[in-house]
């Protein structure tokens, strides 16, 4: 639960049913699952491999919604 920036509970894995710790509240993966899916767009139903140096792949949409959330 997110409420004004503050996360409540404890940071999870975003593969389902994956109960492993992540080493850091900024990472999306937990280690197990961080070598497969480290690099994939963060964007909800996307598997393509995000830009070096950004969170999304090249999709304009994709990198409009990286911006908007960069501000």
């Known amino acids: 639960v997110v409420v004004d ?5 404890r940071p999870c ?14 990472d999306r993966f937990c280690p ?3 070598t497969n899916h ?3 767009c963060v964007i909800l139903g996307c598997s393509r491999q995000a830009v070096q ?3 999304t792949c090249s999709d ?5 919604v990286e911006e908007l959330h960069a501000l």
Not at 5 to 9: L, S
Not at 13 to 23: A, D, E, F, N, P
């Open 13 to 26: 894995c975003s593969i389902s049913y994956c109960v492993i710790l992540l080493r850091s509240v900024n």
């Open 60 to 64: 304009i949409a994709h990198k409009a």
């Open 38 to 40: 480290g690099h994939e």
């Open 32 to 34: 197990t699952h961080m």
């Open 5 to 9: 920036g503050v996360m409540i509970g």
């Open 53 to 55: 140096g950004g969170k």
